[in-house]
């Protein structure tokens, strides 16, 4: 059965290694509040009937969330986005890493006003597409699922390779925005944030 056209799913990716932080970031503690805990907020705030977080198979899955796991194991992020949208229990699935804490709902209302019936929204500025906290559309599993099958990896030509099929709207980022798309990926990252 086709999920309603106005369904949106919203999915925090958390199954990530941390290999250059050195601690799952998931747990890290912003303002006292585990960092997937605050993306789950972000993306019930947008509307999205439904929140889970995808980990990997054995990761802990933190109390209190819905939690699926990733089918095609080492493939980086687009594991994840597999993991997220073959389901297929949503029109829309706003995807939200849970490392980028400078994302709120509001960024999500944004992409949200250009999405339309099979096609979503991601942010693009002048050094890349920003994949990792995007609106995709059900119909992004098969270019995902080729990707997978090809072993390309890169979330950047999947987001270029989504545009070109109609289904996916790269919209321009604002200058102003770019602070919201940094990641926690460092120690020095860490500075910028009242991190636990």
Same mark, same amino acid.
């Given at each position: 059965?086709?999920?309603?056209?106005? +369904?949106?799913?919203?999915?925090?990716?958390?199954?990530? %290694? +941390?290999?250059?932080?050195?601690?799952?970031? *998931?747990?890290?503690?912003?303002?006292? &509040?585990?960092?997937?805990?605050?993306?789950?907020?972000?993306?019930?705030?947008?509307?999205?009937?439904?929140?889970?977080?995808?980990?990997?198979?054995?990761?802990?899955?933190?109390?209190?969330?819905?939690?699926?796991?990733?089918?095609? #194991?080492?493939?980086?992020?687009?594991?994840? =986005?597999?993991?997220?949208?073959?389901?297929? +229990?949503?029109?829309?699935?706003?995807?939200?890493?849970?490392?980028?804490?400078?994302? %709120?709902?509001?960024?999500?209302?944004?992409?949200?006003?250009?999405?339309?019936?099979?096609?979503?929204?991601?942010?693009?500025?002048?050094?890349?597409? &920003?994949? =990792? #906290? #995007?609106?995709?559309?059900?119909?992004?599993?098969?270019?995902?699922? *080729?990707?997978?099958?090809?072993? %390309?990896?890169?979330?950047?030509?999947?987001?270029?390779?989504? &545009?070109?099929?109609?289904?996916?709207?790269?919209?321009?980022?604002?200058?102003?925005?770019? +602070?919201?798309?940094?990641?926690?990926?460092?120690?020095?990252?860490? *500075?910028?944030?009242?991190?636990?």
């Amino acid at each position: 059965m086709k999920p309603p056209e106005d +369904s949106m799913l919203g999915v925090v990716l958390a199954g990530g %290694d +941390s290999r250059r932080l050195g601690r799952d970031k *998931a747990l890290l503690l912003v303002d006292g &509040e585990p960092l997937w805990q605050r993306q789950v907020k972000v993306l019930r705030a947008t509307g999205a009937h439904d929140v889970v977080l995808i980990r990997r198979p054995g990761q802990a899955a933190p109390p209190g969330v819905v939690c699926w796991r990733d089918h095609v #194991a080492d493939t980086g992020p687009l594991g994840g =986005l597999h993991a997220a949208l073959a389901p297929q +229990s949503a029109a829309l699935v706003a995807v939200l890493a849970v490392d980028m804490p400078g994302i %709120d709902e509001a960024w999500f209302r944004w992409l949200r006003g250009f999405c339309r019936d099979g096609t979503g929204a991601m942010a693009r500025h002048t050094d890349a597409c &920003e994949p =990792l #906290a #995007a609106i995709y559309p059900a119909c992004a599993i098969r270019e995902i699922e *080729a990707r997978l099958a090809a072993r %390309d990896h890169s979330l950047q030509r999947l987001a270029l390779a989504l &545009e070109a099929a109609g289904c996916l709207k790269l919209i321009p980022l604002p200058a102003e925005k770019y +602070s919201c798309v940094a990641s926690l990926n460092t120690p020095e990252n860490l *500075a910028r944030w009242n991190v636990g």
